[in-house]
């Protein structure tokens, strides 16, 4: 079992809608949870980033963490064209390095 | 800009050449790493440096060599590559080796030919 899984897509969604990315983790030694944001030709951009459980919330963002089913989320509100992109979960234990999921491309139509 | 900068953008070498990648960030911190992003593949992590020390090689061939003089610069010494090596290589950094959020360069695509 991969230690960090994310279904690649591709997600393909109207302006406006409300978008939910996941990603499950098998580690349950995982305490930091991050959201990156990739456009084309770019590199990782960070886009939220959370503390062993709960929700955060930032504008049309917000980031869910379920340690207990090792499951997190993304939920995006009221889409746009400028989201589409690919994200990226990222996760780690204390004192080690990020573990990547795959990525989801993601295509907002307007 | 994210505070991460990395040169060259674009790299084009043959199987024979030597090459270095470089990263410099201006945050103050001092974890940086090396990525590797294939396509269809997680970023794969190649090297950890934390406070100039090597902590992590992910068991990475020897024609990939790092090279960590101060905590502000990264560098990634390249020789006899395969094609199999053309890639994203990204580099990133955080305030410490594995404390939360880690911010990346924009990244060199390098194909081998």
């Known amino acids: 079992q991969k230690e960090v899984e994310q279904d690649p897509g591709p997600l393909s969604v109207p302006e406006g809608a409300i978008v939910s990315l996941n990603c499950t983790y098998s580690n349950s030694a995982f305490q930091y949870f991050m959201w990156y944001r990739q456009y084309s030709r770019k590199g990782p951009e960070l886009l939220m980033y959370?503390?062993?459980?709960g929700n955060k919330e930032d504008g049309r963002f917000t980031a869910q963490v379920d340690k207990s089913s090792k499951y997190i989320s993304l939920f995006i509100r009221d889409s746009q064209p400028s989201d589409s992109a690919t994200y990226l979960c990222?996760?780690?234990?204390?004192?080690?390095?990020?573990?990547f999921g795959k990525g989801t491309t993601l295509s907002v139509s307007s | 800009e994210t505070g991460v900068t990395q040169t060259p953008r674009h790299l084009v070498m043959g199987m024979t050449n030597k090459k270095s990648l470089k990263c410099e960030q201006h945050l103050g911190h001092n974890a940086m790493y090396w990525y590797k992003q294939s396509a269809k593949k997680p970023l794969e992590l190649m090297f950890v440096?934390?406070?100039?020390?090597?902590?992590e090689n992910n068991s990475v061939p020897s024609r990939f060599s790092p090279e960590c003089p101060n905590s502000s610069h990264l560098f990634l010494h390249l020789h006899t590559l395969q094609p199999e090596d053309s890639a994203l290589y990204l580099c990133?950094?955080?305030?410490?080796?594995?404390?939360?959020?880690?911010?990346f360069g924009q990244g060199t695509r390098l194909t081998v030919v």
């Open positions: 990222a996760m780690s234990a204390e004192g080690t390095a990020l573990i």
């Open positions: 959370t503390y062993s459980s």
């Open positions: 990133a950094s955080s305030l410490s080796g594995g404390a939360g959020e880690a911010f």
């Open positions: 440096y934390n406070f100039k020390e090597q902590t």
